[in-house]
């Protein structure tokens, strides 16, 4: 297992852009990664998340062509670029990682391990 820290987070206005960072405490290498996101009363829910090959990379649809996800395995650090943001997208945003397996990487029983959180509002 690895720690993961989540930084910048923040107020921003309807239209503008925000990048998140990951920061892992272990190497990310053979690992999946991937970004989530809650809102009060409701599960977490799918962002983004990228193959250990780094080549392969899944979105919501929700965010799909407006966020996009990276990795820098020598850095160990996951990053969630995002644009042209709404007020929809106000929520806590949670890195997570995980090792292969079975479990669909869309969902959330997929990662063992997950940040502590950052808080995004998109507001006017």
């Known amino acids: 297992q690895v720690q993961l820290v989540e930084s910048g987070g923040g107020l921003v206005q309807p239209g503008g852009s925000l990048r998140l960072s990951c920061v892992a405490s272990g190497t990310l290498r053979m690992r999946k990664v991937a970004w989530f996101r809650q809102v009060p009363e409701k599960e977490r829910e799918f962002v983004a998340a990228q193959w250990w090959d780094r080549d392969t990379k899944v979105y919501a649809d929700s965010v799909k062509g407006r966020f996009a996800i990276s990795r820098d395995d020598a850095r160990s650090t996951v990053y969630l670029q995002m644009n042209s943001l709404e007020p929809e997208d106000t929520a806590v945003y949670y890195c997570?990682?995980?090792?292969?397996?079975?479990?669909?990487?869309?969902?959330?029983?997929?990662?063992?391990?997950w940040g502590q959180g950052t808080r995004v509002t998109v507001s006017s």
């Open positions: 997570a990682s995980g090792l292969i397996s079975t479990v669909s990487i869309w969902s959330a029983r997929a990662y063992t391990d």
